[in-house]
Nanobody, 122 residues
Framework: QVQLVESGGGLVQAGGSLRLSCAAS????????MGWFRQAPGKEREFVAT????????YYADSVKGRFTISRDNAKNTVYLQMNSLKPEDTAVYYC???????????????WGQGTQVTVSS
């Protein structure tokens, strides 16, 4: 069993910053690929960023490149998402995932957190 607990969401004005955290516990490996996804109202969950176990391999959605930074602390089994220059279109529930695999061009996993709400006001 794997547990993921996200924190750090909230309400922020456009142009502001937030830092999300996700702590993993249970039967997960510090070598697992971890990542962040988001789901806006009425839309499907979409990829935001992933990070390999060493932290040196990262991927970002085009919509967040240059504004968001994903990082991890393997000693704490925690992944972070630093979000800068936030825009109203970044408003969504942000989900953390671990043990991610690439399947037919899409990141997928069975291990998700409960999500944390990020709201960006204009």
């Amino acid at each position: 069993q794997v547990q993921l607990v996200e924190s750090g969401g909230g309400l922020v004005q456009a142009g502001g910053s937030l830092r999300l955290s996700c702590a993993a516990s249970g039967r997960t490996s510090s070598r697992a690929v971890m990542g962040w996804f988001r789901q806006a109202p009425g839309k499907e969950r979409e990829f935001v960023a992933t990070i390999g176990w060493s932290g040196s391999t990262t991927y970002y959605a085009d919509s967040v490149k240059g504004r968001f930074t994903i990082s991890r602390d393997n000693a704490k089994n925690t992944v972070y998402l630093q979000m800068n220059s936030l825009k109203p279109e970044d408003t969504a529930v942000y989900y953390c995932g671990t043990d991610l695999i690439m399947l037919r061009g899409t990141w997928t996993t069975t291990y998700w957190g409960q999500g944390t709400q990020v709201t960006v006001s204009s």
